[in-house]
Every structure is written in structure tokens, then in C-alpha cells.
């Protein structure tokens, strides 16, 4: 009644305005209401709306303030558009049966064709503003489909952009992983183990990780973990050899000490061949008149062994003892350093803090690998994805323009059955709309309500950046609120980092590209998760048994003792100096020589006044004894000097090897404190993980993936889809409404063709007086008020005037014989007119 009420009244002739503006002004109230209902103020962004920002999504079921909110959606998307398309549906099914595209029986009121042929609207002269109005409204909804169209051209383009982003995230996340040519070996269709086996071992695998990465964090830990226990390990087994080198050299000092009782006992018998040979000569020289002067070695000649010589051995011993004593005092104090907290204790605490760390480094190693082997396959679908469905982009850009085209070309078909006056055409669009309305609402509910919704949570008012859009941020915290992370004993809150991690900045070195780091620009540090690597405590163990070891190993002074009473002895043996140099060769030919003198004829000359048969003999046998023991005495004196140069040449080596064990020890002391320093630089490396772990490649995927991609590019291919939509689903609306009014234009228009005409030629004076009563019903010259008449009766000539006189000279018969149209009848079964 409504909309009889207002389309009669703009149609009314009485008000000045021509049909062209009565249709632009119809035009212009719809899309000023279409335009206003699709400005962004008005659709998500002017609605007040309590996105349920604290509460956690595990929790929004049965959550009043998530009650609320959706009750607020609900309520601004007409319920999803399933209720604004029940609604609407509802209307339209209401429209249709008073419009009698069911039966006339549900005609009710104004809507009864008795009534409605008096309106000014559907007399033959006014149905072109029908026609206007529908042929604008279409306008409207082609409009709609050309701007949905439009702006779905572009969608691709950002998912596209969208696929980049997410492939860009992924390399970084790869990159932070492990750079270099180990993603090249995955991304050869190789996994985590063969790629492993490629390289040989988890440990070779991070050698080839480069950049700013975990994997060079780990390579370089592998690197100094080896050196620094293989260090230790290494000073304990060439420390081992100390001891052995003691015994060695304790057995030096006993050989030494053999040696000096040979030399002693030398000295001695030396001693007594000496006094022999003196006591010899100083007899035939004193033999009564023996003149032997130049034919015997002066007693004064013959070597001589002093008291000295004879205590040499003695002292040299001593001094061997004590030597001994130094060596053996050098062994008890390093044996139970170097053969058990060293060889025992740090070796099995070594071996055993090398291990761990090494079976520790190796899983997170492999897991490192297995999540790049995932990020890898995760790199791959992401291209395959996205070649299929950029594959879709000549005809996908205009997949939803075409939806919403399919309900505008049932407005279209509509018209067209208007203009060919086919009333099946317009039943079958109106029918259609009907039907699929409702799926149509939905289609736009659902945009809108994605618009909303991520209006809301994004919360960017216009600033698309990470830390423009607030709401966002407060949700992730507040989903995050109460998570707790635990990372090798350290532990933290989400809620408490998590923005400063998605904010965090990625300074790099503008000409190598490498992470500048600092306390702000990394995962460890905004975490405060420095503690989980601090393996001060692990490896502070052997530190320590290192170091007290150190302290043990101080035998420098006794071994030094024992040097000294070496070279002592060493330099007292060298004063033993009997018969250096002397010729007992010669005495020994002069021996020969005066025996034989004396035993022959020339004996007298030796004498002086004639030899004493008596005194000859016993210089003979003095001579006889001389000769016997003159060789003694030199082989004597020769084992003497041998063994002097023996003993010499291991008192050398006992010297060289106390120095070297004195050196063992002081460069266990200076090995010692490399391994210690190792050690602590091995802990110093494992503590820098903050310089590996650069956190901007997350803020960057934050700022892409979230920020951009879904608050700003979806939200915008969402938002400029709904005002074509909207205009769309308003021109199919109100084209519903005015179309199924226009085909009652129809079915006049086919009666007015169908009725038939019969003029009576040769009538006479008094049948045109008196017409012949037509059989149906009569109607007026064109142009006439169309009403239904009672049938015609025969009339006497004197009978009043009949209701229309002016159809006396050409009466019109309607036939009503034709077919009822389709859904209209009476109730006797035929047409209804």
C-alpha cells in the first residue's frame, strides 16, 4: 500500500515535474541511501561496537562480553544477512501473493484488479515510468557489479603480494635458522637426514651455515666445545708421560750412582797402584850404588791419588742420594695429581661435560634441521598454492561480480518481459529472486561481518602499522596473558615481551647486511633468557679441578733441588783427575829396557864401585814387579776415565731430564690455563647466543602478514566490495518490488489485446437505436474509465439512455473464452476478467 501510495504520487500530474526527472529523483534518493549505507563510516567503522579485546578466546564461549559483541554483529549485519534476507524474503512473498502470483484469491483490499484499474499509475499513458524506474534501478545494480568488479580486480593482486609476504616470512625465519648452502641442499628435495648425511654429521652440517643464524651460533659452539675439552684432554695424556720421565730419570741417578761406586773402587785400586809404584821406584832408587837416574820415572812422575780424590766418590754420591730424593719427593707429589684427579677425575668429569653438551647441542642441532626441512616443504606449498591460485586470476577477479550479477540478470530478464509484455519471463525472475535472495543477503552478511570483525580486532583507524593498530596488540597479549616459556631453566611471560618482540627493530649494516646488534634487537635479551645458556656451572667443574691440580703440580723447587745436587756432583767428579795425560808406555819400555840392562852383561854400568850380586837381584825382581803392575795402573786409570765419561753423560741426562721435568710441569701450568681460558671462552661464546638471535624478521612478518596482509589488505578488499553489494542488492530489491507491480501492466495489456471488436455493418436506424446486447461484458472507447458493466438486456425504443451510450454505434465484445493467466483464475476455474 506503501508503495502504491508514494510511486501514485510521484506519478501524480498535478505535481510539475516531467517523467525524466521523476525517475532521476526516484534515482538520486536511492543512491544518496545506497551511497551513505556503503561509506566506510558508516559500515564498520561508525558502529560502536566492544570487540571482547580482554577476554581470551578460549574463554569466549559463554563469555557475556563475547554475548555481547556478537549480539552487536548480529544485530549491525542483520543477523549475518540470513535475517535481513528473511526479512526481506518474507516481504517479497507477501508482495507476490498481493500481486496475485499465486492466486487472485490472495487479492485483498487496493491489490484487487477492480481497484487497481482506477489508479493513475497503471493507466496505458503512465506504464512508461515503470519502465524508467526499473531500466535506472538496473543502472544501479550494474553500477554496483561494475564497482564490485573494479575493486575485485585488484584483490589478486594482494593475494599475490599476500603469498609473497608469507614466502618472504618463511626465508626469513630459514635464514634466521641456518643462511647459506645447507637451505640449498633442502631445497633440493633433500630432508633433515640426508642432508646430514650429505655432510657427514649434524655437527659438519653447521659449518656451512654463514650470517646472522643459529646455525653458525651452533657451528661456533661445536667449534670451541672440541678445541676446548680436546685441550684438556690432551694436557692430561701428555702429562701422563711425566711420570714415567721421573722413573726414568730416578733410574738415571741410580745408574749414576752404580757408576760412582765403579769409580770409587777405581780410585781406590788407583790408589793402591800409585803407593806400589812409588814405593818401587823410591826403592831402586835407594838401592846402596845404583845410579838409575834417567833410565826410571821419578817417583814425583808417577800419578798421584790424594785424600780428595778418595772422598770425591763419596760426596758425589751424597749428592746422588739427595738428587734421588728430589725426583722421588717430585714423583709422590705429582703421581696422585697426574695418574687420578687428572688422568681419573677431570678426564671422566671432562668426557662426561663434553658429552653432554655435545648430545645437547646435537638435538637442538637436529631439531634446528627438521624445522627447516618444515619451513622448506612449508616454502614449496606456499609456491604451489600460489601458482594454482594465480592460475584463477583471469576469471577469479570476477568470480563475486558475476554472483551478484546472476540476481541483477533476473531483474533484466524481468524487464525484458515487460518490454515483449511476457508475463512467464517476469514470474520466472520474480520466482528466482525470491529463492536465492536470501543466499544473496547471506553472501553480503558475511562480508560485512568479516569487516567487521577485523575492523575490530585489527583496530587501526586508518594507521596501518604495528603500532598503529592497538586493538590487535592488546589481544595477542591478552591470549598470551598467563603463557609461561621455559628454555633450559630460564622462564618468562609472553604477555610481558610479546609486544616488544613485534615491535622490535632489524638495524642491519647497510653495506654487508649484517645484524647490528643490540639488548633490544634480539630474542634473548627481550626474552631474559640470557640463564639458559649460561653453562658456567657445568663447565666451572673441570675449571676447578684444573685449577687444583695447578697447585699440586708445584714441584718446580724440589725438582730444582735435584738438578743442582746433579750438576754438584757432576762438577766434584770432574776434580778426580789421576793420570790425565800420563805415558805409562814409556815407563813400561824403560821398565823392559833395565831389567834387561840389569840382567846382562852391562849390569856393572848401573852401579856405582860395582854391583852387589845381592842388590841386582833385588832390583830385577823390583823391575819384574813393576812391569806387572805398570800396565794395571794404566788400564786403571783408563776404566777411570771411561767410567768419568759415562758418568759424565748421564749426569747430563739426569740434568736434561730433571729440566724437562721441571719444563712438563711449568708448561702444564701454562696449559692449564689456556684449557681454563678455553674453557671460559667456550662459555663466554655459549652466553652470546643474544648476537645470533635477531628478533626483526618476526616484527617484519608481524607488520607484513598481520598489519598489512590481513588488517589492511583483506579489511580493504572486504570494505570495497560491500558498496557494490549493497547497491546490487538494493536495485534487486526495489526492482523486485516494482517489477512484480509492472506485470499487472502485463495482464492489462494482454486483455486489452485480446478483447475483439465486431461492428455490425447494414444496420438499421433502429438497431442503432436499439443495439444488439453484447454477450460479455461492455467497456468504454479508449481512453475511458475501464470498469466492468452488467450484461447488456434488450431495451424498448422509449427506454432510458444505456451506461454508454457512445458504444451504441460500435460496441465491443470481450472474449472470455482465452486462458486464464498463469496463477490467475476465478472461481469457477476461468479467467478471471
Known amino acids: 500500500s506503501f508503495v502504491l501510495r508514494t510511486t501514485d504520487m510521484l506519478l501524480d500530474p498535478a505535481i510539475p515535474m516531467g517523467a525524466i526527472q521523476r525517475a532521476c529523483f526516484l534515482l538520486f534518493l536511492l543512491q544518496a541511501a545506497v551511497l551513505t549505507s556503503a561509506d566506510d563510516s558508516s559500515i564498520a567503522a561508525s558502529s560502536d561496537r566492544n570487540f571482547p579485546v580482554d577476554v581470551k578466546l578460549v574463554n569466549w564461549p559463554g563469555d557475556s562480553d563475547f554475548n555481547n559483541y556478537v549480539t552487536e554483529l548480529a544485530v549491525q549485519t542483520g543477523g549475518v544477512g540470513i535475517g535481513l534476507g528473511i526479512i526481506f524474503t518474507t516481504c517479497m512473498l507477501f508482495h507476490l501473493m498481493c500481486w496475485g502470483m499465486c492466486c487472485n484469491c490472495c487479492r485483498c483490499c487496493c491489490f484487487k484488479e477492480d481497484n487497481l484499474r482506477d489508479k493513475r499509475c497503471f493507466r496505458k499513458d503512465k506504464r512508461i515510468y515503470f519502465l524508467i524506474g526499473a531500466i535506472l534501478l538496473t543502472c544501479v545494480g550494474i553500477a554496483g557489479v561494475i564497482i564490485i568488479a573494479v575493486d575485485n580486480s585488484q584483490a589478486y593482486t594482494k593475494v599475490e603480494n599476500a603469498f609473497v609476504e608469507v614466502k618472504d616470512t618463511i626465508n626469513d625465519a630459514e635464514n634466521f635458522l641456518c643462511s647459506g648452502d645447507v637451505l640449498n641442499v633442502m631445497r633440493g628435495n633433500q630432508n633433515a637426514d640426508e642432508t646430514k648425511a650429505y655432510y657427514g654429521s649434524t655437527e659438519l652440517t653447521y659449518r656451512h651455515c654463514n650470517g646472522t643464524s643459529v646455525g653458525r651460533y651452533l657451528s661456533g659452539t661445536y667449534t670451541r666445545m672440541n678445541s676446548s675439552f680436546s685441550a684438556v684432554i690432551t694436557f692430561i695424556d701428555n702429562l701422563q708421560a711425566i711420570i714415567g720421565d721421573i722413573n726414568d730419570t730416578i733410574a738415571s741417578v741410580d745408574n749414576a750412582t752404580v757408576y760412582t761406586q765403579l769409580i770409587n773402587d777405581t780410585v781406590i785400586l788407583l790408589k793402591n797402584d800409585s803407593t806400589l809404584t812409588k814405593g818401587y821406584l823410591t826403592s831402586l832408587y835407594g838401592s846402596g850404588t845404583s845410579n838409575f837416574g ?61 658429552s653432554s653438551v655435545y648430545t645437547d647441542l646435537t638435538e637442538v642441532g637436529n631439531q634446528v634441521l ?24 583471469d576469471w577469479g577477479k570476477y568470480i563475486t ?47 560485512l561481518l568479516q569487516s567487521m570483525i577485523v575492523y575490530d580486532a585489527c583496530g587501526c583507524d586508518g594507521n596501518y602499522s604495528s603500532e598503529g593498530c592497538t586493538t590487535m596488540m592488546e589481544f595477542i597479549k591478552t591470549n598470551l596473558d598467563g603463557t609461561n616459556y621455559t628454555i633450559n631453566g630460564a622462564s618468562g611471560e609472553f604477555d610481558r615481551v610479546i609486544e616488544r618482540l613485534l615491535l622490535c627493530p632489524a638495524p642491519r649494516n647497510t653495506s654487508t647486511g649484517e645484524y647490528i646488534y643490540s639488548n633490544s634487537t634480539n630474542f634473548v635479551d627481550i626474552m631474559g633468557i640470557e640463564e639458559a645458556f649460561n653453562y658456567t656451572k657445568e663447565i666451572q667443574e673441570p675449571i676447578d679441578e684444573l685449577n687444583d691440580a695447578k697447585t699440586k703440580l708445584n714441584a718446580s723447587s724440589v725438582i730444582n733441588d735435584a738438578i743442582n745436587a746433579t750438576v754438584y756432583a757432576k762438577l766434584a767428579m770432574a776434580r778426580i783427575n789421576i793420570g790425565v795425560g800420563y805415558n805409562f808406555t814409556d815407563d813400561q819400555s824403560q821398565y823392559v829396557f833395565l831389567k834387561s840392562e840389569l840382567s846382562g852383561p852391562n849390569a856393572n854400568s848401573y852401579y856405582t864401585g860395582g854391583p852387589n850380586a845381592g842388590e841386582n837381584s833385588a832390583n830385577i825382581v823390583l823391575l819384574d814387579r813393576l812391569i806387572v803392575l805398570n800396565p794395571q795402573f794404566g788400564v786403571r786409570r783408563t776404566e777411570l776415565r771411561v767410567r768419568q765419561k759415562i758418568f759424565n753423560t748421564t749426569m747430563d741426562q739426569i740434568v736434561t731430564d730433571c729440566i724437562s721435568i721441571n719444563d712438563t710441569v711449568n708448561q702444564a701450568y701454562v696449559d692449564i690455563d689456556n684449557s681454563t681460558a678455553e674453557l671460559h671462552q667456550l662459555t663466554e661464546f655459549i652466553m652470546s647466543a643474544n648476537r645470533f638471535t635477531p628478533c626483526g624478521w618476526l616484527s617484519e612478518a608481524y607488520s607484513d602478514l598481520v598489519v598489512s596482509t590481513t588488517c589492511e589488505d583483506y579489511y580493504e578488499v572486504l570494505n570495497d566490495t560491500i558498496p557494490g553489494a549493497i547497491m546490487v542488492m538494493i536495485s534487486v530489491l526495489c526492482g523486485f518490488f516494482l517489477l512484480v507491480m509492472m506485470r499487472q501492466c502485463v495482464v492489462f495489456h494482454v486483455e486489452e489485446q485480446s478483447e475483439v471488436s465486431t461492428v455490425h455493418e447494414g444496420e438499421t436506424a433502429d438497431s442503432k437505436n436499439n443495439p444488439k446486447p453484447a454477450s460479455g461484458e461492455v467497456i468504454g472507447n479508449e481512453g475511458d474509465m475501464r470498469r466492468h458493466t452488467p450484461k447488456a438486456t434488450p431495451q424498448a425504443v422509449n427506454e432510458e439512455p444505456r451506461l454508454y451510450p457512445q458504444l451504441a454505434k460500435s460496441p465491443i465484445r470481450r472474449n472470455t473464452n482465452l486462458p486464464a493467466p498463469i496463477g490467475e483464475v476465478a472461481a469457477d476455474g476461468s479467467a478471471p476478467i
Open 294 to 354: 834417567g833410565y826410571l820415572p821419578t817417583v814425583a812422575q808417577i800419578p798421584n791419588v790424594t785424600n780428595v780424590d778418595l772422598g770425591i766418590p763419596t760426596y758425589v754420591e751424597q749428592s746422588l742420594t739427595s738428587a734421588r730424593a728430589s725426583l722421588v719427593e717430585t714423583r709422590r707429589t705429582l703421581q696422585p695429581t697426574v695418574e687420578y684427579d687428572l688422568d681419573v677425575k677431570t678426564r671422566n668429569d671432562t668426557n662426561k661435560q663434553w
Open 370 to 393: 627438521d624445522q627447516i626441512e618444515t619451513l622448506v616443504k612449508a616454502d614449496k606449498t606456499v609456491s604451489d598454492t600460489k601458482t594454482t591460485v594465480m592460475e584463477s586470476e
Open 401 to 447: 561480480a558475476a554472483i551478484y550479477g546472476c540476481i541483477l540478470l533476473c531483474i533484466i530478464i524481468m524487464i525484458i518481459g515487460y518490454v515483449c509484455k511476457k508475463r512467464w519471463p517476469m514470474c520466472c525472475g520474480a520466482y528466482t529472486i525470491f529463492i536465492i535472495f536470501t543466499w544473496m543477503a547471506l553472501i553480503l552478511g558475511v562480508f
